[in-house]
Nanobody, 122 residues
Framework: VQLQASGGGVVQAGDSLGLSCAAS????????MAWFRQAPGKGREFVAA????????YYADSVKGRFTVSRDTAKRTVYLQMNSLKPEDTAVYYC????????????????WGQGTLVTVSS
């Protein structure tokens, strides 16, 4: 599966922004999907994930209650709705796909999108 992330931009603290990740191929339903992010000078960290069927979601503590992950099977797209953005949310956001393994673990993901930059100004 190939992934194409979009939707990044520059916003102010407190604003909302939505990211999309379009997947190619007919095996989208076989993959659990996730968003990771990498802030300047830091390692990549888990943000949110959603199971294959969309019935289960997982969030990092830092975004719980502010971010929502969802997926549209027909459109083969996964979304990340980000509300109440903070300057510390500034990062390149990556979508990723995995067929098995833990949702929180970066090395379990087989496919990665190219990343989209989100900048939150104070």
């Amino acid at each position: 599966v190939q992934l194409q992330a979009s939707g990044g931009g520059v916003v102010q603290a407190g604003d909302s922004l939505g990211l999309s990740c379009a997947a190619s191929g007919r095996t989208f339903n076989n993959y659990g999907m996730a968003w990771f992010r990498q802030a300047p000078g830091k390692g990549r960290e888990f943000v949110a994930a959603i199971s294959r069927g969309g019935s289960s979601t997982y969030y990092a503590d830092s975004v719980k209650g502010r971010f929502t992950v969802s997926r549209d099977t027909a459109k083969r797209t996964v979304y990340l709705q980000m509300n109440s953005l903070k300057p510390e949310d500034t990062a390149v956001y990556y979508c990723a796909a995995r067929q098995s393994g833990g949702y929180y673990v970066e090395r379990e993901y087989d496919h990665w999108g190219q990343g989209t930059l989100v900048t939150v100004s104070s």
